[in-house]
């Protein structure tokens, strides 16, 4: 079981954890860390690294409190960084508050320091030891070596850590001591160690220093205040500088002489990595190397202080002071030694192919693709492909692909917006046109007959009176009929506008449509205008409302034949959209175009620009209409004084019902 594991629902995809872990034994399924036991050193970096405090730590704290009542005897070892955590009382003080909290008896782990110390010292002038010699203390190093780089296994030393090497010398001495055994230190690493199948046993709880601190807080107890006890036997001397850099060798009489090639001392996270994974290219150099995955153990993860690291060092170096000189050759001798085993997981590895296909899959297609920018928490875009195919890492945790998958979303959105207040847009025209249409229908319907019996008379009596009177008609009838016409135009235009409900398609050649009306348009046109004609040869025959469609064209090229009354040039192209099934009818004139503050305004029913009597703005309006029926578009692009282009785009196949748009005339 691992000693670390993550609080569902704290997590928070942040993935500092996987950052940080120095031997990536974090897997991350569907967006949570997990800790891998088999890969996991035990280190609590990432408990030290998040944030979200979403790691939470295996605790010992309900089964001593139960060894308070149930055991006779439960004894405190004390590891030696403690005066860098318990900085505001004195040792003794805090001796007295561990006894008053329900331990029997409180030792300094500093004694076995001075056991294993002497056995370092032993195995380095022991000529029949392979050298170099890897110090055994820290179990994270231990694991590491076991659980990574198990070819260095023959290196480490076989000698317990100073906290086994008290609990065997508390169990020997006392004749087997059935006392509850309770480590205490800065260090997570030390709950799996004395879990540890080779020496379990021997410990039986390990807590922090800051869950002991949170002990005395519900109790209520303040060290400070309490009178100092002395430490129980067997008192330690200058072992207790052990939780310092070079502690071991110092204690070890070896010497930490820094021109001293043999003895090389390895501290903190990158330096112990970086030491392992090069181990072969320093080796030969050394004969005692001592690595300590923390700067010192006065740095260890749970030392739970504020101090400096210099003031952590001074503080150790205060008792250290107080210490008599303790003679090696008066330190009883107890067995000392350990096992270790391979406990190295193999991984298939997998093919470049397989990589790359993973690459792939987040978004990693070029070589300049992989940024390498470790946001994921692997070093290497590589790596991480690595960690996704042992199914340790997922592809969506790269955040320049998610960066760059939102901008793709955020662009179709807004394509996808636009297009829908677009439709919006239309519909609400459309709307407006039904509605107007009906209305235009009625109102038509009422007026064309008693208009009818005004034209008819008013025209008779026209004649009448030509016929009678010689010397011309009275202006005012003239006026009257002239007018009367103007009307029916009007009412002719509704009628045209309401009758669009339905459509009879036909096949239509629609350049030979085009033709006709242009030579029927242009009859009456200024001198100076040209019609120019471009037709697409293999133009298909399309389906339309021949009626309805000539209608549409000719409000078109009327419009642009007027808006030309000193002459220019009137074109009219027709077209397949080339790979699409698409015609396209473009009509264009060279006349006097539209200010753009105008050209949303063409398509609305009575818009016109044009004097009383000449336009009636339908003409559009009902193009607009029958192109819609026909499930085209219309759009219009012009430059006052340059020009207009109209350009209707009308689906080849027309198989789909149209929807008629909501005129319904009834004539
Ligand atoms: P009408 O022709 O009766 O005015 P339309 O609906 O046909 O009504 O046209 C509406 C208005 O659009 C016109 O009055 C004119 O201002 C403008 N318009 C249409 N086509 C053109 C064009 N080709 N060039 C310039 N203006 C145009
Ligand atoms: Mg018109």
Do not use: W
């Amino acid at each position: 079981m691992a000693v670390v594991r993550t609080i569902t629902g704290k997590c928070k995809r942040c993935y500092t954890c996987v950052r940080n872990c120095p031997v990536k034994a974090i897997s991350v399924e569907q967006g949570m860390a997990q800790v891998l036991e088999d890969f996991c050193v035990s280190c609590g970096t990432c408990v030290r690294f998040c944030n979200q405090k979403a790691k939470e730590v295996v605790t010992d704290v309900p089964q001593v409190k139960r060894a308070f009542v149930d055991n006779a005897e439960v004894v405190a070892l004390l590891a030696p960084s403690f005066p860098a955590s318990f900085h505001d009382c004195s040792p003794q003080q805090l001796i007295a508050a561990l006894r008053v909290l329900g331990f029997t008896k409180v030792v300094e782990v500093a004694y076995g320091a001075e056991l294993v110390g002497r056995e370092s010292r032993r195995l380095l002038f022991n000529p029949k030891v392979p050298k170099p010699i890897i110090a055994s203390p820290c179990p994270v190093v231990v694991f590491l070596i076991e659980k990574h780089f198990p070819h260095l296994l023959p290196h480490l030393a076989p000698v317990v850590s100073p906290m086994i090497a008290m609990g065997r010398y508390l169990r020997g001495n006392e004749h087997g001591t059935p006392a509850t055994l309770v480590f205490i230190g800065p260090c997570i690493a030390k709950k799996q160690e004395i879990r540890d199948p080779n020496l379990a046993g021997v410990i039986d709880y390990a807590l922090t220093f800051r869950e002991v601190k949170e002990m005395l807080q519900e109790r209520g107890l303040d060290p400070t205040r309490l009178n100092g006890v002395p430490f129980d036997p067997p008192h330690p001397g200058e072992g207790r500088i052990f939780p310092l850099m070079g502690g071991i060798l110092k204690s070890g009489g070896i010497g930490t002489d820094i021109l001293d090639r043999r003895v090389a001392i390895i501290e903190g996270h990158h330096e112990t990595m970086e030491f392992l994974s090069t181990f072969e290219e320093h080796s030969p150099d050394q004969e005692f190397i001592d690595i300590l995955f923390c700067r010192g153990c006065i740095d260890g993860v749970e030392i739970d202080t504020n101090l400096s690291h210099l003031q952590k060092t001074r503080k150790i170096q205060e008792l250290v002071g107080e210490s008599r000189h303790l003679n090696p050759s008066s330190l009883p001798e107890i067995n000392l030694a350990r096992r270790y085993e391979n406990r190295k997981r193999q991984l298939v590895e997998p093919t470049d192919e397989q990589i790359n296909l993973i690459l792939t899959s987040f978004g990693k297609r070029s070589p300049e693709d992989q940024l390498n920018c470790g946001a994921c928490g692997y070093k290497t875009c590589r790596d991480k492909a690595r960690a996704v195919f042992h199914g340790f890492a997922e592809p969506e945790m790269c955040l320049p692909h998610i960066i760059r998958q939102l901008e793709e979303s955020c662009t179709e959105l807004k394509f996808s917006h636009e297009q829908l207040k677009k439709a919006q847009d239309e519909l609400v025209h459309s709307e407006k046109l039904a509605s107007l249409g009906q209305l235009s229908a009625g109102v038509a319907h009422e007026l064309n007959n008693p208009l009818g019996g005004i034209l008819l008379f008013s025209n008779i009596l026209l004649d009448r009176t030509k016929k009678l009177q010689e010397g011309g008609v009275p202006e005012e009838l003239d006026v009257i009929v002239k007018e009367a016409t103007r009307c029916r135009n009007i009412v002719r235009g509704l009628l045209d506008f309401a009758r669009q409900s339905k459509l009879q398609r036909a096949q239509v050649d629609l350049v030979a449509l085009l033709r006709e009306i242009v030579s029927l348009e242009t009859r009456a046109a200024p001198p100076g205008l040209r019609a120019e004609e471009t037709f697409d040869p293999q133009l298909p025959p399309c389906q339309l409302d021949p009626v309805q469609f000539r209608q549409a064209l000719t409000n078109i090229i009327h419009n642009a034949i007027e808006a030309m009354p000193q002459g220019g040039v009137l074109t009219v192209s027709a077209r397949q959209v080339p790979g699409t099934q698409q015609i396209e009818v473009v009509i264009g004139d060279t006349g006097v175009g539209i200010p753009e503050e105008n050209l949303s305004k063409l398509f609305t029913p009575f818009y016109t620009t044009k004097g009383i009597g000449k336009g009636t703005g339908l003409g559009l309006a009902i193009t607009y209409g029958i192109v819609k029926m026909h499930r085209g578009t219309i759009a219009v692009s012009s430059k006052p004084g340059q020009g207009t282009r109209f350009t209707i785009l009308l689906p080849l196949e027309s198989h789909a019902p149209e929807t008629p748009i909501g005129f319904h005339g009834k004539f």
